[in-house]
């Protein structure tokens, strides 16, 4: 846990590093450059994705045996993102969104599903990363990022395609053999994961494919939309194929929770990456930035929504 908010003291120290460095009235009047209406389009279209998402979570849970609506899995998403804002990382919002998960679910089941949700949302994040690995690696190949050597673009692809077949190989492995890590004395933690590995190996493989089908997709729409809209507001001429590398590179790496909804790594990335585009660094600085806006946005309206419902069930 120490090293882990290390790790967020070093991501909000880039951001102030980086916006002391250019001046706050620089970035002020980037600010003011910025087409508003491609702005907003861009946050509207997030929740769109966010909708998106929970669809793909729902047939997730129905493969685990679980009953939840779309609606239901769609505002505890929202809501969670409030919590990325008030505790670094994904921890908070992850965390929030098994217990409201866990709590819908077992109301109306009247039973333990922890282990069923635990699956599943594992199994939610390594379908998502590995529908961004098919985007990934082609990009690499047909895209090469400047200023990177192509050997190192060549080792990623291949890591990338090594992980997505052990991702499809690991339904048939004999995972079971990882609980002999834990402890023989933690009991309740060994069935517990136990259940969550059984949930897991229990998908057919074709779901596993079509649901990596449904991310790749995803990913797509994504890009095409808001990542677009952002880089239009910005008023940015790069060509799409290399945009679409850089931008799926450093989604890649806010895969590992390391800043607070990304803010930090994501700016510390882009400035390196758009270095050899005739770019300002104020102006891919601020680019990060913008895609931190819809993290607070989105944390905001998550904010609303939890007190409305704290509030209705208290009174």
Not at 171 to 182: G, Q
């Amino acid at each position: 846990m120490k090293s882990y908010f290390l790790k967020v003291f070093v991501s909000v120290g880039i951001v102030v590093f980086l916006a002391n460095r250019i001046g706050w009235g620089d970035l002020a009047l980037v600010w003011k450059s910025v087409r508003v209406g491609s702005l907003v389009a861009a946050v509207l279209a997030s929740f769109f994705f966010y909708f998106f998402s929970s669809l793909i979570l729902k047939i997730i849970f129905s493969a685990h045996g679980l009953k939840l609506n779309i609606r239901s899995i769609f505002l505890i998403n929202v809501r969670s993102m409030f919590y990325s804002l008030l505790v670094p990382g994904d921890l908070a919002s992850v965390t929030s969104r098994f217990h409201h998960f866990n709590k819908k679910i077992r109301f109306s089941s009247n039973q333990s599903v922890a282990p069923q949700i635990m699956s599943s949302m594992l199994c939610d994040r390594l379908f998502n990363l590995g529908a961004l690995m098919l985007w990934f690696m082609p990009l690499l190949i047909v895209a090469p990022l400047q200023g990177v050597g192509s050997g190192y673009q060549k080792v990623g692809a291949l890591v990338g395609i090594l992980f997505f077949i052990f991702l499809i190989l690991a339904l048939k492995l004999p995972l079971p053999i990882f609980l002999s890590i834990i402890p023989r004395s933690f009991t309740r933690v060994r069935h517990f994961f136990s259940e969550a590995i059984e949930s897991f190996q229990g998908m057919p493989v074709s779901l596993v494919m079509g649901t990596v089908g449904l991310y790749f997709a995803y990913h797509m729409l994504f890009f095409w939309t808001v990542d677009v809209l952002l880089v239009k507001s910005v008023g940015w001429t790069i060509p799409w194929l290399e945009l679409a590398s850089i931008i799926f590179l450093v989604r890649f790496i806010r895969f590992i929770p390391i800043s607070i909804g990304g803010i930090g790594l994501r700016e510390g990335i882009y400035p390196l990456l758009l270095a050899g585009y005739g770019l300002s660094l104020e102006q891919t600085v601020f680019f990060g930035f913008l895609g931190s806006f819809l993290v607070i946005v989105s944390g905001l309206v998550g904010g609303i929504l939890e007190a409305y419902v704290w509030f209705g069930e208290h009174h």
